[in-house]
């Protein structure tokens, strides 16, 4: 981070009207960690706790024009993206990532919804692999979109850490494998770089109020990659916010409520957190 200067982060994803997930979340989680929150977004969809009702998609040039206005001016420090449904979608991204050479990306794969809603069109994953996985510090699947990246069954922590080797070996910088839904009482997320295994194991939370809790997790990484952190330091951070903010959740909606963006972070290097 630069002294004297505010960091910026930049979320390229779809709007939740609900406000638990997408640009939403990401932006209340970058305020969280002393970001300041940029973004561009890729869809508007008509969502609450209960599921998503309608998707209407960014025409892509207007994707393209709202990260080349921000990297123009206000250039991040960390990027994440989320939605991308489409292959034409994915790959203006990757375009527009090259092109402004925007630094630290962290990459939610978004692919269905936990209301069982597909996000990602079939013939995108190519595109995410051999357009943006090249691109990330870091990608942040779950075990359901894990087992679609590799190809290969995801139920224990040995598969978890096999996957996360594939994941690299697939040209991601960095993979962490989020094992919320691993069967048993104990949820882990395994972390690879290709050098460093690193896990967080704690007890699974029995609660339902889980909304948004990928796109927290992928844009807390990102954040704490826009304040200079090293990429583990920056994982571990988020981690921690995540559980916090699901241990905190305010139990709104009727279904997968929100978790609480106001948990705060621990203690951020050049940053004090009441």
């Known amino acids: 981070m630069t002294s004297g200067k505010l960091p910026i982060a930049l979320t390229i ?9 997408g640009i939403q979340a990401d932006l209340k989680t970058f305020h969280a960690f002393g970001v300041f929150g940029t973004s561009a977004l890729t869809a508007i969809t008509a969502q609450n706790t209960l599921g998503v009702r309608a998707i209407h998609p960014i025409p892509l040039e207007i994707v393209r024009a709202q990260i080349d206005a921000v990297a123009d001016d206000l250039p991040p420090g960390g990027v994440k993206t989320g939605m991308l449904a489409t292959t034409a979608l994915v790959r203006t991204v990757a375009g527009a990532l090259r092109d402004h050479g925007i630094p630290n990306y962290v990459m939610d794969p978004v692919m269905v919804a936990s209301s069982g809603d597909r996000l990602l069109d079939a013939n995108a994953q190519e595109a995410l692999v051999a357009e943006l996985f090249p691109l990330t510090a870091l990608v942040t699947p779950n075990l359901h979109e894990t087992e679609i990246l590799t190809g290969q069954p995801v139920s224990t922590v040995q598969e978890m850490r096999q996957a996360a080797q594939i ?22 997320d395994l972390f690879w770089d290709g050098t460093m295994e690193r896990t967080w194991r704690r007890s699974r939370l029995d609660t339902s109020h889980t909304h948004g809790t990928g796109c927290t997790l992928s844009a807390a990484v990102a954040a704490g990659l826009a304040r200079g952190l090293p990429l583990a330091e920056a994982v571990d951070l988020a981690v921690d916010f995540v559980v916090r903010a699901i241990l905190t959740a305010p139990g709104l909606g009727q279904g997968h409520g929100p978790v609480n963006h106001f948990a705060g972070t621990r203690y951020l290097p050049g940053m004090d957190i009441t």
């Open 13 to 21: 994803a779809g709007s939740d009207s609900g406000g638990g997930a």
């Open 167 to 188: 994941l690299v070996e697939m040209g991601a910088g960095a993979a962490l494998v989020k094992g919320g839904h691993l069967p048993g009482g104990e949820a882990v």
